[in-house]
Structure formats: C-alpha cells, structure tokens
C-alpha cells in the first residue's frame, strides 16, 4: 500500500487550500484514512480522520469548522480541505491508511495507522 499526498504549497492566512492523497496497492473503501500534521519543532498531531464508509469524520479542535476531510472511492483518494487558515496550521500534513478501518475511540492515534505518506508542506504566512 503507498500513499501519495500533494497539493501543499505558501498561502496568506484567510486563505483556504486543498491537500489530496491519493492511495495504491488497496482499495480505499475498506480504508479507515487520517490527515496528522507536524508543526516545526512540535510534535505530529491528530488533523482529521474519515472511517471506512466515509460517513463519519473526526476532527481536531483547533481544525473543527475550518477543515473537512472528504474522500472519493472510486478515485481511491482522500481530500483535506482547509479553510480559513491561519499562521498556526502551518506544517507537513502527513495522510495515512488503515486498511482493515479503526474503531471510532481510536481513531485519533497515529499507531493505528498502518500506511504513511510522504507528507506535502503547508505554509500559512501572517
């Protein structure tokens, strides 16, 4: 299984960006998918998730109303779109796959995620 993200790039804050990973090697349907980033010097967090069936998605709170994870099967790619962005969403946003799906209490941990992309570089300037 490979995960390819892209679509990161510079953006005013205000702005709004759509980042996109697209997945090979398994069908994404039976894919529990996440978005996690990592902020310079910080620690890799928990953005977003989206269950097998794509109807429900979590988020963290600082994204909550800012950023909606989507996904289309068919293509076997998952979308993060980000609005409103501001200086502090700035980081690699990394996406990753968990192909036999996860639980809803744990879909905010990183370890049970099987699959990683390569990451893809978001920079929100002030």
């Known amino acids: 299984v490979q995960l390819q993200a892209s679509g990161g790039g510079l953006v005013q804050t205000g702005g709004s960006l759509r980042i996109s990973c697209v997945v090979s090697g398994r069908a994404l349907s039976s894919s529990a998918v996440a978005w996690f980033r990592q902020a310079p010097g910080k620690e890799r967090e928990f953005v977003a998730a989206s269950k097998r069936t794509g109807q429900y998605a979590n988020y963290a709170d600082s994204v909550k109303g800012r950023f909606t994870i989507s996904r289309d099967n068919a293509k076997n790619a998952v979308f993060l779109q980000m609005n409103s962005l501001e200086p502090e969403d700035t980081g690699i946003y990394f996406c990753?796959?968990?192909?036999?799906?996860?639980?809803?209490?744990?879909?905010?941990?990183?370890?049970?995620?099987?699959?990683w992309g390569q990451g893809t570089l978001v920079t929100v300037s002030s």
């Open positions: 990753a796959a968990a192909p036999l799906g996860i639980i809803t209490s744990q879909v905010r941990n990183e370890a049970r995620y099987d699959y």
